[in-house]
C-alpha cells in the first residue's frame, strides 16, 4: 500500500465491542474513501465513508479469512524474512493466524512437515507482501 495514503486512515472499530474492523483511507477527498480491512487490503474501493464503515463492520474482520499468497521458500523457518524476497522462492497460499494494532502473524496453508509449527509476523501494513489474488506469473 502507498505509505502516504496508509497514513490517512481512519480506524473504524465495531460499535458493540469496540474492536478494530478497519480502516477508511483517504482518496481525492475525506467524503470518498477505501474501506480497508486491517492487514490494508481494501475491501471497497471509492464508497462514501458511512458505507465504509457499513462494509468494514460486516466484512472487514471477515474478509482476513480469505486464503492470501506470499513468496516464500520451501521450508520457511522462524527466521525467514518475507520482506525481502529471493529469486528462488515461489508463491505459497498463507493464512492468517492472529493479528494485533501492528503486526500480522502467518502461516502456510500447506506446511511442509518441518514448517508446521511455523507462524512469521509481517508489519502492517501488509498487503504488498501478501496477495489476496492468486498470482497469475512467479514473478
Sequence with gaps: MDIDLWRSRMPV???SDGELVGWTVSLV?????DAVNPVGHVVEAAVP??????????????SLSAP???????PIDAHTDLRRPRDDW???????VQLD????????AYPDYTERMVELPL???????LLD???TTDE
Design 29 to 33: 477527498s475525506e467524503e470518498i474513501v
Design 13 to 15: 472499530t465495531r460499535a
Design 68 to 74: 492470501y499468497w506470499a513468496k516464500a521458500p520451501l
Design 90 to 96: 515461489r508463491w505459497r497460499r498463507m493464512v492468517m
Design 123 to 129: 508489519p502492517l501494513p501488509a498487503d504488498d507482501l
Design 133 to 135: 489474488e492468486p498470482p
Design 101 to 108: 494494532d501492528t503486526r500480522v502473524w502467518i502461516r502456510p
Design 49 to 62: 465513508v458511512d458505507a465504509a464503515i457499513d462494509v468494514l463492520e460486516a466484512r472487514g474482520l471477515s
